[in-house]
């Protein structure tokens, strides 16, 4: 079985930029949570989805967005892109009763 | 709102020392808890998980953890390392199905 699939792998942006990242999640999982990790921390929470719905958003401005579609691909959206958001930005899937959440190979955002 | 502290930033061991990698959360409650491991340039893989049941959870790899609530405490231990466990370690809690909250990471070398 595929695990979860990110795209792009690396992206270079300007300042002001917007972007789109895309993620995948394990075949079955209905469940998608994205996260952002900095360089030297943990990651760190941006939006769950589950059955297309928002379930819940961390401490993020509103220049994060995010979508589920029908067949629970999700995509992140960050506007007006700050030197700030340089990261990794990580999808990952879970089977909600399952509790575990499996990781993608993220998406390596550099802005510019 | 939880919290989890990693002890150690970076910590060096040679080949075939023990290992014990420190793991505090910030409240009790039933809370689920997880080490994932970061591999250079690879994904974040699951290396443990407890939910409920004997506090000594063993997981891939000859790595094993133990759950003291009392001390709100989620210790990463394996009996002898090899240089093949470099990478960076991240303890991480949730409560259900709640978004998971990582440490800051603490990096592992292997030194032969």
């Known amino acids: 079985d595929a695990g979860v699939t990110q795209s792009p792998t690396h992206l270079i942006k300007t300042r002001g930029q917007q972007v789109t990242l895309r993620c995948s999640p394990i075949s079955g999982h209905k469940s998608v949570s994205w996260y952002q990790q900095v360089l030297g921390q943990g990651p760190q929470f941006i939006f769950q989805y589950y059955e297309k719905e928002e379930r819940g958003r961390g401490n993020f401005p509103d220049r994060f967005s995010a979508r589920q579609f029908p067949n629970y691909s999700s995509e992140l959206n960050v506007n007006a892109l700050l030197l700030g958001d340089s990261a990794l930005y990580l999808c990952a899937s879970l089977v909600v009763a399952a509790e575990t959440q499996y990781f993608g190979p993220g998406t390596r955002l550099l802005v510019l | 709102a939880q919290s989890v502290s990693q002890h150690n930033h970076h910590v060096i061991l040679s080949e075939a020392a023990s290992l014990e990698l420190g793991c505090n959360y910030s409240y009790g409650g039933t809370v689920n808890l997880f080490w994932y491991v970061q591999y250079p340039g690879q994904h974040l893989q699951l290396l443990l998980k407890?939910?409920?049941?004997?506090?000594l959870v063993k997981g891939i790899k000859g790595f094993e953890a133990e759950f003291i609530k009392s001390k709100f405490s989620f210790n990463l231990r394996k009996p002898s390392v090899q240089w093949s466990d470099t990478a960076e370690y991240f303890c991480a809690v949730n409560e259900g199905n709640t978004p998971l909250v990582f440490g800051k990471g603490t990096r592992l070398s292997v030194i032969a």
């Open positions: 407890y939910f409920s049941g004997d506090p």
